[in-house]
């Protein structure tokens, strides 16, 4: 299964640590803007940069459709060579899914992010949970052949998420309950490591979410969301581990694009802050859990 893959390519890497690529024009090194002839081509070879130099410590990233989309038609050319790119460096590609508000749009984002000649070559997709099982069941025979894998967010790591994400519902929270109806989606598929292509993504800043959800759901994957948010750390991150190390991977979110600015850069040297982020963020991660 591809979520195999996934945890295959963390165990070679000993890194738990994903790459995302999802940027505005603010995050770009002045210099990028200037050399090319567009923001869409910018943040193509931005995005590029990083997957070349991070090739092999790495082993995964997500990367942004609506980043690309938003950009117009050049953007969406630049997301499929970006996509590509991934692919034939060896990362496992995570693509956040276009914006899906009912079962028809679901149903065609899966019939061609799905396919076998997709123009977006992905091994997973990330979806919203808060629309119900009708809209991630049309995902469900991509997951069954084992071709692809799905990561349905049930708890986001924004400032005001609690307002609707943690209330009590029945006795549960919320994103509990968003993750039992994942869970029933997930019965009966299991990678030899003992995980479902059908997972969730959680917030690295909710310590007391990611205890329970490990806990309580053995056979889900997680994507552990938000590494660069207020409140997040590399001890809360460890949480969503196994006693292997296994069935999770933190996303560095913008911390990583961003880290020439946090260095007080000139953006000339953002590809190395990029990947002295990228050793920290493993090596903190590492103090807390042993991949095995």
Known sequence: MSIDVLQEKIRKTKSPVMLELAASAADFPEHMLSETSSEA??????????????????PAVRVSFSSFALLGAEGINQLTEVLKYAKKLGYYVTLDAPEIL????????????????????CDS???????????????????????????????TANRT??????????????????????????EGLTG?????????????????????????????????DGFSAVGANAKNCA????????????????????????????????IQQAQLCVERMKRNLLRYITIL
């Open 41 to 58: 081509d910018a943040y193509g070879r931005v995005c590029k940069e990083l997957l070349q130099a991070m090739k092999g410590t790495v």
């Open 102 to 121: 009912g079962v028809r749009s679901a149903e065609r984002t899966a019939e061609v992010v799905f396919a076998d000649h997709s123009p977006f070559p």
């Open 125 to 155: 997709l990330i979806l919203l949970s808060y629309l119900g099982t009708d809209c991630v069941k049309p995902f469900l025979e991509g997951c069954k052949t084992g071709k692809k894998d799905i990561f349905v967010a049930i708890r």
């Open 161 to 186: 998420a609690p307002e609707l994400q943690d209330l009590l519902a029945g006795g549960r929270l919320v994103h509990i309950a968003g993750a039992d109806l994942v869970n029933r989606c997930a």
């Open 192 to 224: 030899k490591f003992g995980y479902s292509p059908v997972g969730i993504m959680s917030a690295a800043n909710a310590p007391d979410s990611l205890r329970a959800l490990r806990s309580k759901y053995p056979r889900l994957f997680l994507l552990v």
């Open 239 to 270: 949480l969503a581990f196994d006693k292997m190390g296994h069935g999770a991977i933190v996303c560095g979110g913008g911390s990583i694009l961003r880290a020439w600015q946090q260095a007080q850069s000139d953006g000339s040297d953002y």
